[in-house]
């Protein structure tokens, strides 16, 4: 176990130094004092993400600054926790020697090295493949699983594998610095080993070549960011968010009292708390469906379709189940055209969505509070992406039907959260211009994506004229689906998907906009904008009538989620605080659910 102690006598100047230092060292604990650190200075700053840190600053002071300790250990480094022994139960410590052996990485323990790959050699492999097996499949899941396997075989001829190792390193270090790191760190060895001036003269010398390369890969590192800022937005916005309170890296949790650090554990505990959310959830009784006219009926889908679709493909989004990257598909589209319109053509006759493209990866992403609260989590969703490729044809052939309601801001052509905030604006400017009063009451669905009924989705579908094929091949879609949280490498048991439109998808969202499009319906009194699941709700109060005229549309939106199985999050539901210009205005407590909501101002 290596440790490393230092008095640092304040770090709050010394955060840019700190940080690569420490990135260029690999000590398990670094124990520091008189850190000078207070509540606002985040462990981002001062340490990657592989580290968990451990502080406590000094709170009571009557001097300006002074005092701290701060723990940082290595979050990879494995220890165990001492505990009180029994002393009817003596511990036992137990010495064993095995025999030196040699890691071998497993497959699922490696990845397929894309920028080496060679793919004029995977082109012509894939141009050469037998697509008898596709042609000749009689069902959907047949032909879909012919594909994957031509294509992963023609993937692991073209691109290598190599183990799957996290860089101790930031990723904007150069080759030359890190060879220059393993130099520094082999000459410290060898000076404290030998004790002689040639090896520490070496030392020194690659410890400032160190430290002087490390300031010229950040400094053009951002200077990259601000050069691709039009290109590669997403580089700022990554550069932005390492300085958030919580950054990507190890998942720590906190359950029952227990610590919990490791990722197959962690992943398990995903599992069941996803798992209760639809476990927990009661099923609604609804009348049968009503017999749709033939109006929106299975259309057969053609070269041109999937051609189309590809090209919406995004080449850089995370690979899903499958295993096949949207840039490869891209790059051999000429190849998989006529097989994947084949497919298609397969799959909506039959009324049946491929099982295999059911599967999901879920991904834990933090939303807000404490990190190690399981609950403060949201879950993620990675799909196949040749899966996506057909929901981008029915999406274009059923869109064109659906009519949403024009306050309807999410996920819809042509709007965005800018035009949802100009429409509120544009109601709110005059009212407060004439020192009116006018409240407002912003709304928070629990989960609302996840707890979407199948049936009840698909009974308002069918009010929309789909065809029962439609109607047949949407419920296979939504149905029977299977998830698999993952945390670093480790993935947990499949979760049962039983309610939800799946988070990720290109259906989803319009299936969401649709099942909440009724919603509408029941604000009869008050203005009202949508973002999706987010609603607001906003009524010009000249006299107290006004009041109830605002307050019974709230009534009728919870009457709407109690009987569409939606639930409010009364916690995060508030009123923004009584629009107006005027000092006097007509006062009264929002209630919903019996409760009085959160009054901002």
């Known amino acids: 176990m290596s440790q490393y102690y230092q008095n640092v006598r304040g770090l709050r100047t010394k955060y840019v130094e700190f940080y690569d230092n420490v990135c260029s060292t690999d000590f398990d604990i670094i124990f520091l004092t008189e850190t000078w650190l207070k509540d606002s200075c985040c462990d981002c700053n001062i340490f990657p993400s592989k580290y968990t840190v451990y502080r406590s600053d000094r709170v009571s002071s009557s001097k300006a600054r002074g005092g701290g300790v701060l723990t940082a250990i290595l979050s990879s480094w494995s220890y165990s926790d001492l505990v009180k022994p029994d002393p009817y139960h003596s511990p036992l410590i137990i010495d064993v020697h095995l025999p030196h052996t040699t890691y071998n990485p497993d497959y699922k323990f490696s990845h ?49 594998r190599c183990p799957t190792r996290k860089s101790k390193f930031p990723f904007w270090y150069s080759s030359s ?16 080993k030998k004790q002689t001036d040639y090896y520490y003269d070496k030392f ?8 002087r390369t490390i300031k010229t890969d950040r400094l053009q590192w951002l200077k990259s960011i601000d050069n691709d800022l039009k290109s590669q937005p997403h580089h700022l916005w990554k550069y932005v968010s390492s300085f958030r309170k919580h950054t990507l890296g190890y998942i720590q949790l906190q359950v029952y009292g227990l610590h919990l650090d490791e990722p197959t554990v962690v992943a398990y505990t995903f599992e069941k708390h996803f798992q209760s959310l639809y476990d927990t959830h009661c099923p609604i009784d609804l009348p049968p469906l009503s017999q749709p006219t033939e109006f929106l009926t299975l259309a057969s889908i053609s070269d041109a379709d999937v ?28 190849i998989f055209i006529p097989v994947l319109r084949h497919i298609f053509n397969l799959s909506l006759p039959q009324q049946q969505f491929p099982t295999s493209w059911k599967e999901a990866t879920i991904v834990p992403v933090f939303k807000r ?19 996506k490729l057909l929901e981008f044809i029915i999406h274009h052939h059923i869109s064109h039907y659906i009519k949403l309601h024009p306050n309807q801001h999410g996920f819809t052509k042509s709007k965005s959260t800018a035009i949802n905030l100009v429409s509120f604006l544009d109601i709110m400017t005059p009212v407060v211009c004439s020192q009116c ?17 199948h049936t009840l989705l698909l009974h308002k579908l069918s009010s929309l004229e789909f065809s029962d094929g439609y109607l047949n091949w949407l419920d296979s879609y939504l149905a029977n689906r299977r998830s698999r949280v993952r945390v670093s490498d480790a993935l947990s048991r499949p979760l049962r998907i039983t309610f939800g439109v799946p988070q990720g998808s290109v259906l989803g969202p319009l299936l969401f906009n649709v099942f909440i499009n009724d919603l509408c319906n029941s604000i009869r009194h008050s203005h009202f904008l949508f973002f999706a699941d987010d609603l607001k709700i906003f009524h010009i109060i000249d006299t107290s009538q006004d009041c109830l005229l605002l307050q019974n549309d709230i009534h009728h939106v919870s009457d709407w ?22 000092s006097m205005g007509i006062s009264f407590v929002v209630l919903l659910l019996q409760a009085p909501v959160t009054l901002r101002t």
């Not at 894309?114 to 894939?126: D, E, I, M, R, V």
């Not at 020194?204 to 430290?211: G, N, Q």
């Not at 590809?310 to 051999?332: A, E, H, N, T, Y």
């Open 307 to 334: 051609n189309k679709a590809i090209k919406r493909l995004k080449p850089s989004k995370s690979v899903g189940p499958g295993d096949i990257p949207g840039f490869v598909i891209k790059g051999c589209s000429a």
């Open 204 to 211: 020194i010398s690659y410890r400032k070549l160190v430290k």
């Open 177 to 192: 610095l890190r060879y220059y790191i393993g130099k520094k760190n082999y000459f410290h060895c060898c000076f404290k």
């Open 437 to 453: 009063q006018a409240d407002a009451v912003y709304f928070d669905f629990s989960s609302a994506f996840d707890l979407v009924p």
């Open 369 to 387: 509070g404490n990190p190690a609260c399981v609950s403060n989590y949201r879950p993620s969703t990675l799909l196949n992406n040749i899966s």
């Open 561 to 582: 989620c109690s009987a569409n199985s939606m639930s409010i999050n009364i916690n995060l539901c508030h009123t923004q605080g009584r629009l107006m210009s005027c």
């Open 112 to 160: 397929q090295k894309f920028a080496t790959g060679n793919y004029t050699l995977l082109y012509n492999t894939l141009s050469a493949c037998d697509w008898s097996g596709v042609y000749g499949a009689t069902s959907a899941d047949d032909a879909v699983a012919s594909l994957n396997a031509s294509v992963q075989a023609a993937m692991e001829d073209a691109i290598p």
